[in-house]
């Protein structure tokens, strides 16, 4: 796909899909600004291009209506501080208003067009909705990385009524840094999956046995593969009708020579509470009326060692309930390992991304990818539909 270094912007309508599906507070707010920050190279050099910067974007789920709860003000107002120059906002994203706008453009100008989703159509990738959305344009540029898991008019639509498309800085460094950790990777690679269900990762599990030389599970989704080898697991959370895919990916591993690492003990709570009553025990001492929700020291140990022998760190899903403090223990830990350790290494999915803010090791991973879904898709071994879109335009 071609980069917009490739493209001639200079003095065109530039418009850009970026990701500012920012969180706010109970003010509107913008409580973490990082979405913006993250689309910044690509807006910037636009304008030092003196194209006429036209911003798309969604916000929240307002399920095709225009609710002012999720407009995009708050999102221009904190872009507009950031490159210290106005960023005006149009009260919708297609029609005569928006096209009268646009037609008022000078050469590095800003204008953000309001919430995307504020139209039904652009989730249902509508023909007419993206041939509206390219008419404002003569270059197509997407850098929304986080939202090219979804065939949306925004995303995949826009591309076939636009003869000029191309990927920002943001979307190009994600791919190019997945490549060198999945597609081409210096190895050993470690891949590190947790979350709380097996059904939401099986297929990048299945993906990634291919792949990697050391799996680490932890998390809920180990409760499984635990109860899959005969453990008692107590009140924990397991996915019953998953036990036989759990073993066969277990002897799937063995077969292929990857290295599959489970919890050996863990931390264990007689309800899912903050204040709970907790205990570390081995993995085969679970009471039958307590639940696993942290990984144990011993365990932490364990997944270390894997993790100083890895030259490339893949980690999708935090390792425990981290969002309490009774629980978070084997998450930060991991955190701190995977940080001082010398592999490239690559974090994705907003829990984990969140774990290692909290722990505040975030300057030390290589890289933290800005899309949880999208990032799973290319972990299953999928093609992301708005990549596709771009690849399509060669």
Known sequence: MKNIRD????????????????????????T???????????IRHALAENAKVIICSHLGRPKGKPL???????????????????????????????????????????????????HAEEQKNDDGFSRQLASLADVYINDAFAVSHRADASVVGVTRFCEQCGAGFLLRKEMDFFHRSVSDPVRPLV???????????????????????????????ANTFLKSQGYGMGKSLVEDDLLETARNLIVDAARKGVKLYLPVDCVV????????????????????????????PATTILFG??????????????????????YARGTMSMVQR?????????????????????????????????????????????????????????
């Not at 709570?269 to 009326?289: C, G, N, S």
């Not at 060692?305 to 009774?326: K, Y």
Request: aromatic content about 4%; some cysteine.
């Open 68 to 118: 002012e709860e999720f407009s995009l003000a708050p999102a221009a107002q904190r872009l507009a501080q950031l490159i210290a120059k106005p960023v005006r906002l149009a009260r919708d994203c297609v029609g005569p208003e928006v096209e009268n706008m646009v037609g008022a453009m000078r050469p590095g100008d800003v204008l953000m067009l309001e919430n995307l989703r504020f």
């Open 269 to 296: 709570a007689e309800r899912f509470a903050a204040d709970a009553q907790t205990k570390v025990v081995p993995i085969q001492d679970i009471p039958a009326e307590w639940m696993a929700l942290d990984i144990g």
């Open 305 to 326: 060692e894997a993790i100083a022998s890895a030259r490339t760190i893949v980690w999708n899903g935090p390792l425990g309930a981290f969002e309490m403090d009774a």
């Open 338 to 394: 995977v940080a001082a350790s010398h592999a490239l290494s690559i974090v994705g999915g907003g829990d984990t991304n969140a774990a290692v803010h909290k722990a505040g090791w975030a300057d030390d991973v290589s890289y933290m990818s800005t899309g949880g879904g999208a990032f799973l898709m290319l972990m299953e071994g999928k093609e992301l539909p708005g990549v596709a879109a771009l690849d399509a335009k060669k």
């Open 191 to 221: 891949a590190i999956v947790g979350g709380a269900k097996v059904s939401g990762k099986l297929t990048a599990l299945i993906n990634l046995m291919d792949k990697v030389d050391a799996m680490l599970i932890g998390g809920a989704m």
């Open 32 to 42: 973490d600004d990082t979405r913006i920050r993250e689309a910044l190279p690509t």
């Open 7 to 30: 493209i001639d912007i200079k003095d065109k309508k530039v418009l850009i899909r970026v990701d500012f599906n920012v969180p706010l507070d109970d003010k509107k707010q913008i």
